[in-house]
């Protein structure tokens, strides 16, 4: 019965890892689409977001009958309920792929995206992708360095996000108001998925050490400004 149980364990984070996959080439796959104004990737990306949703209604369900059947404590209770928080972020990521999918869809067979953001936008869908790419690999390795170093990847993220608002904001933007609405719920989809990706990674922290990312990053930061300790008197005769 035990070694069932720590297989169906095992099975929920594998679930997780297929969620980030799944969800981070939906996102790569978007911003082709939203670039190329590519119709046939567009429905392909917004038609595979299904298995997503299957994906997270699957690994609930079988965390709940975890959750009645073996009423976990400890480790294995912080595991399932953490992995239940981590699918809702996954699943979210794969709604966000999603609108931006519906959103090459709409304007088909124009282009969402002036020409002269093309590449902001590329390298807003490609940090995304890598982003979730890395929280996949956190699961994986439960590795507490490269979780907390998502946050700061997710600067960049910020970083580019600002961007598209100073081009919005430039008094020589000549696309008109619609296209405007357009590149701003763009770069909320990207800055969001971002979000869930960094999200999803501080929950690994937390399954692994009990401790929350922040309280880890906020001693980090004390130690590192702790003044150095006075020098004691000097010696007779010095």
């Known amino acids: 019965m035990r070694d069932a149980y720590h297989e169906e364990l095992d099975s929920i984070g594998d679930g997780l890892v297929e969620m980030a996959r799944l969800v981070g080439s939906a996102i790569g796959r978007a911003t082709t689409a939203i670039l190329d104004a590519d119709l046939k990737l567009a429905e392909n990306v917004i038609e595979g977001d299904l298995k997503v949703d299957e994906l997270q209604h699957d690994l609930e369900a079988r965390a709940i009958t975890l959750l009645a059947r073996q009423q976990p404590v400890a480790t294995d209770l912080r595991i399932v309920v953490t992995s239940l928080r981590m699918s809702a972020d996954l699943e979210?990521?794969?709604?966000?792929?999603?609108?931006?999918?519906?959103?090459?869809?709409?304007?088909?067979?124009?282009?969402?995206?002036?020409?002269?953001?093309?590449a902001t936008i590329l390298e807003m869908g490609q940090l995304a992708q890598r982003l979730m790419a890395n929280a996949g690999e956190v699961i994986i390795t439960k590795d507490v360095d490269l979780a907390l170093q998502l946050e700061t990847d997710d600067d960049a993220m910020d970083l580019l996000h600002r961007t598209l608002f100073q081009h919005l904001m430039d008094d020589r933007w000549k696309h008109g108001i619609e296209t405007a609405v357009d590149v701003t719920l763009l770069g909320r989809y990207y800055e969001r998925f971002a979000d869930h990706a960094v999200s999803v990674a501080k929950r690994v922290v937390y399954l692994v050490t009990g401790e929350h990312a922040d309280e880890i990053q906020a001693t980090d930061l004390q130690q590192e400004i702790q003044p150095a300790p006075a020098p004691g008197p000097a010696p007779e005769g010095a």
Do not use: C, N, T
Not at 96 to 101: D, G, I, N, S
Not at 102 to 117: F, T, W
């Open 92 to 118: 979210r990521s794969g709604d966000l792929a999603q609108h931006v999918a519906k959103l090459a869809r709409l304007r088909y067979p124009a282009r969402a995206v002036p020409r002269d953001l093309h």
